[in-house]
């Protein structure tokens, strides 16, 4: 039983399954006003009546929706693409307050949510008309979904759209009056699976029709045999030879006989001669022989479809090639979604904004994720937050995501982030009056040249008094910078340095910037430049760029975007301070050792701003060749300090 048969229609030409899409140019928005002059030219198969009716359609829609209204498996298909398109829900949004508010008016006043299910569904069945109410001069009276099966495209000879008709009349006796004209701005036209330049789209009934009209033919012959052959048929032989003797059964007999097993019953047994025979067919396991061949039809239109298996419950994989299969219909749920709002705000917005003379642009956005994508992304949000080494500009970023994931008040947050902001930067303009703190003898007399010995060195336990030159009893000053000085001479600063083009482009330091960087850090610690001072030469002298994030050796990238980690004019500092930490605390353990000393002890400088780790780490000894790494973190202000014992 074929497609045509299974529907009761009339026999249709095979020709209406085909459709020769010639790929000349791709089709002209005659809603644009600047239009392009392209030379190229699309094949027409225009239908001619005594007026031009449009462009003839592909397929016959007929068959298409016969196969939603009759046939289950593509009404649950069809059902499910539109309940994954809009389920999430939808929502606007506009840099334009005043065109928001419009959009946001209309939409419920035409119950767009209701229209926009219709419409998808017409769209994917056969090809989706929406008719936008009211003439050009007047705002939009609502929208209307047009059956497809009498609506036409017309085009021109390259391929712009010049307007739509409605015909309703039959061809065998064609109506001129009972055309209906539209103009391009009062039809919106949702095409899912277009090919080149063809005036109307596919939708996703249509590739399958080849695959669902042999499944039903073949689930026809199934069960025409398993009605026929369901019990074991009888046959039974009448007559046969006694003493060499033929003894031939009557007509009359034989016909009884049929007439009895016509009438058969579970009821009935039967008392016969010895020249009569019963005897029972066995045709086998029939329905066996069906069962890989309707098998692969049924995958061959998952396939068409492309709906995962186990959404529509006929299959059962394990959780990771569900996933994957999710995946991937999401994905082209995705790419209709595009479709679809790429429509609505040219087609539907754009003449509402248009009739209110507004210029802007409103968004049409898809909506609201699941509870479990919302916990995912919470939980995602929430781990790179405990990042250590994560920017405040990231961090800023990351908490107005999570307060819509949340859904929480936006309005309230952004005040209250505000105050917030603002106590931070008082604080932040205190600490930055602050000193750094004083590096062991920094504020000292000159000591003696000759080197302490070990004998010389002091007992130091109270850290609180590691500030003058008592501290470490012949320390000199200028000794102990003549270390960091060699430190920072030695040290490459891979860190922060560049080691490909790609990271130069993100903005870490090139060679050039590395040494220009190391030559103010030198002038810093020799001529005792305050940080200021010295955040203020990088700034001038080194040239930075925003810090662009990378992973797997590429910038990251967010709607098109580079992911900023820290912008340019924040740099100098945090590159100063924490290199100021870095090459200091270095210095200072490479004199260390030159004196002799085995021990140091870690000293956080107090305040609100220090981190849990760096308070954790306050007052503890430790071999010098064996402590944590210091800084701890960008901006760290830690440092260390000789412990020695008198022998």
Same mark, same amino acid.
């Given at each position: 039983?074929?497609?045509?048969?299974?529907?009761?229609?009339?026999?249709?030409?095979?020709?209406?399954?085909?459709?020769?899409?010639? #790929?000349?140019?791709?089709?002209?928005?005659?809603?644009?006003?600047?239009?392009?002059?392209?030379?190229?030219?699309?094949?027409?198969?225009?239908?001619?009546?005594?007026?031009?009716?449009?462009e003839?359609?592909?397929?016959d829609?007929?068959?298409?929706?016969?196969?939603?209204?009759?046939?289950?498996?593509?009404?649950?298909?069809?059902?499910?693409?539109?309940?994954?398109?809009?389920?999430?829900g939808?929502?606007v949004?506009?840099?334009?307050?005043?065109?928001?508010?419009? =959009?946001?008016?209309?939409?419920?006043?035409?119950?767009i949510?209701?229209?926009?299910?219709?419409?998808?569904?017409?769209?994917?069945?056969?090809?989706?008309?929406?008719?936008?109410?009211?003439?050009?001069?007047?705002?939009?009276?609502?929208?209307?979904?047009?059956?497809?099966?009498?609506m036409?495209?017309?085009?021109?000879?390259?391929?712009?759209?010049?307007?739509?008709?409605?015909?309703?009349?039959?061809f065998?006796?064609?109506?001129?009056?009972?055309?209906?004209?539209?103009?391009?701005?009062?039809?919106?036209?949702?095409?899912?699976?277009?090919?080149?330049?063809?005036?109307?789209g596919?939708?996703?009934?249509?590739?399958?029709?080849?695959? =669902?009209n042999?499944?039903?033919?073949? !689930?026809k012959?199934?069960h025409?045999?398993?009605?026929?052959?369901?019990?074991?048929?009888y046959?039974?032989?009448?007559?046969?030879i006694?003493?060499?003797?033929?003894?031939?059964?009557?007509?009359?007999? =034989?016909?009884?006989?049929?007439?009895?097993?016509?009438?058969?019953?579970?009821?009935?047994?039967?008392?016969?001669?010895?020249?009569?025979?019963?005897?029972?067919?066995?045709?086998? *396991?029939?329905?066996?022989?069906?069962? !890989?061949?309707?098998?692969?039809?049924?995958?061959?239109?998952?396939?068409?479809?492309?709906?995962?298996?186990?959404l529509?419950?006929?299959? *059962?994989?394990?959780?990771g090639?569900?996933?994957?299969?999710?995946?991937?219909?999401?994905?082209?749920?995705?790419?209709?979604?595009?479709?679809?709002?790429? =429509? #609505?705000?040219?087609k539907?917005?754009?003449?509402?904004l248009?009739? *209110?003379k507004?210029?802007?642009?409103?968004?049409?956005?898809?909506?609201?994720?699941?509870?479990?994508?919302?916990?995912?992304?919470?939980?995602?949000?929430?781990?790179?937050?405990?990042?250590?080494?994560?920017?405040?500009?990231?961090?800023?970023?990351?908490?107005?995501?999570?307060?819509?994931?949340?859904?929480l008040?936006?309005?309230?947050?952004?005040?209250?982030?505000?105050?917030?902001?603002?106590?931070? !930067?008082?604080?932040?303009?205190?600490?930055?009056?602050?000193?750094?703190?004083?590096?062991?003898?920094?504020?000292?007399?000159?000591?003696?040249?000759?080197?302490?010995t070990?004998?010389?060195?002091?007992v130091?336990?109270?850290?609180?008094?590691?500030?003058?030159?008592?501290?470490?009893?012949?320390?000199?000053?200028?000794?102990?910078?003549?270390?960091?000085?060699?430190?920072?001479?030695?040290?490459?600063?891979?860190?922060?340095?560049?080691?490909?083009?790609?990271?130069?482009?993100?903005?870490?330091?090139?060679e050039?910037?590395?040494?220009?960087?190391?030559?103010?850090?030198?002038?810093?610690?020799?001529?005792?430049?305050?940080?200021?001072?010295?955040?203020s030469?990088?700034?001038?002298k080194?040239?930075?760029?925003?810090?662009?994030?990378?992973?797997?050796?590429?910038? #990251?990238?967010?709607?098109?975007?580079s992911?900023?980690?820290?912008?340019?004019?924040?740099r100098?500092?945090?590159?100063?301070?924490?290199?100021?930490?870095?090459?200091?605390?270095?210095?200072?353990?490479?004199?260390?050792?030159?004196?002799?000393?085995?021990?140091?002890?870690?000293?956080?400088?107090?305040?609100?701003?220090?981190?849990?780790?760096?308070?954790?780490?306050?007052?503890?000894?430790?071999?010098?060749?064996?402590?944590?790494?210091?800084?701890?973190?960008?901006?760290?202000?830690?440092?260390?300090?000789?412990?020695?014992?008198?022998?």
């Open positions: 039983m074929g497609i045509k048969e299974f529907f009761g229609m009339r026999k249709i030409s095979e020709d209406i399954f085909e459709y020769d899409a010639q #790929v000349i140019t791709n089709k002209l928005d005659t809603t644009t006003s600047d239009k392009p002059n392209f030379k190229g030219e699309v094949k027409s198969n225009t239908i001619k009546f005594p007026v031009e009716l449009g003839e359609h592909p397929f829609f007929a068959i298409t929706e016969g196969l939603y209204k009759n046939f289950g498996f593509s009404t649950g298909v069809v059902d499910k693409y539109v309940d994954y398109i809009m389920g999430p939808y929502w949004s506009s840099d334009d307050e005043k065109a928001l508010a419009i =959009i946001e008016t209309f939409n419920q006043d035409v119950e949510d209701t229209v926009l299910r219709g419409w998808i569904k017409e769209a994917l069945v056969k090809n989706g008309f929406l008719e936008i109410g009211g003439k050009k001069d007047e705002p939009p009276k609502g929208l209307k979904i047009l059956d497809s099966k009498y036409y495209v017309k085009r021109d000879k390259k391929g712009s759209v010049k307007g739509f008709n409605q015909y309703r009349g039959g065998d006796k064609f109506a001129k009056e009972k055309i209906i004209s539209f103009e391009p701005y009062q039809i919106a036209h949702l095409s899912f699976n277009k090919i080149g330049d063809m005036p109307y596919l939708g996703i009934m249509y590739p399958a029709i080849n695959t =669902i042999n499944l039903l033919q073949n !689930e012959d199934l025409m045999l398993m009605n026929r052959k369901a019990n074991s048929p046959h039974i032989k009448l007559g046969g006694v003493g060499g003797r033929y003894l031939k059964p009557s007509a009359a007999a =034989i016909t009884k006989w049929g007439g009895d097993l016509s009438w058969l019953t579970n009821k009935h047994e039967w008392v016969t001669d010895a020249l009569t025979e019963i005897k029972t067919v066995d045709f086998g *396991n029939i329905g066996e022989k069906f069962n !890989e061949v309707l098998k692969y039809d049924k995958e061959m239109l998952m396939y068409t479809f492309q709906v995962p298996s186990v529509m419950g006929t299959a *059962n994989v394990n959780e090639i569900a996933k994957v299969q999710m995946d991937g219909f999401e994905r082209r749920i995705t790419s209709f979604q595009a479709e679809i709002e790429k =429509i #609505v705000e040219q539907i917005y754009k003449r509402v248009d009739y *209110n507004i210029d802007a642009h409103v968004e049409f956005n898809w909506g609201r994720p699941s509870n479990a994508e919302r916990y995912e992304r919470i939980d995602r949000l929430a781990n790179i937050m405990k990042t250590p080494t994560i920017s405040m500009s990231l961090v800023k970023l990351l908490e107005v995501d999570l307060v819509k994931t949340l859904e008040d936006e309005d309230e947050y952004i005040k209250l982030s505000g105050e917030e902001d603002k106590q931070k !930067e008082e604080e932040r303009k205190r600490e930055q009056e602050r000193p750094q703190p004083l590096i062991p003898g920094q504020n000292a007399k000159p000591a003696p040249a000759k080197r302490p070990r004998e010389s060195l002091t130091i336990e109270d850290t609180n008094k590691y500030k003058q030159i008592h501290e470490w009893l012949g320390f000199n000053y200028k000794e102990y910078v003549k270390s960091i000085e060699s430190f920072i001479d030695e040290d490459t600063f891979e860190l922060i340095k560049a080691s490909t083009v790609l990271e130069a482009t993100a903005g870490k330091l090139t050039s910037q590395v040494t220009t960087f190391k030559g103010i850090l030198k002038n810093g610690f020799k001529k005792g430049d305050s940080i200021n001072d010295m955040i030469k990088v700034d001038s080194v040239g930075l760029k925003d810090l662009l994030k990378m992973e797997d050796g590429q910038i #990251v990238k967010k709607d098109g975007k992911v900023l980690v820290r912008s340019k004019e924040t100098g500092a945090l590159l100063v301070r924490t290199e100021v930490t870095r090459t200091a605390n270095a210095g200072a353990i490479n004199h260390f050792k030159e004196g002799g000393v085995k021990k140091i002890r870690w000293v956080a400088s107090a305040g609100t701003r220090t981190c849990p780790i760096c308070a954790s780490l306050d007052g503890n000894v430790y071999e010098i060749d064996d402590h944590p790494a210091i800084p701890v973190h960008p901006m760290c202000r830690c440092m260390v300090v000789p412990v020695s014992e008198l022998k």
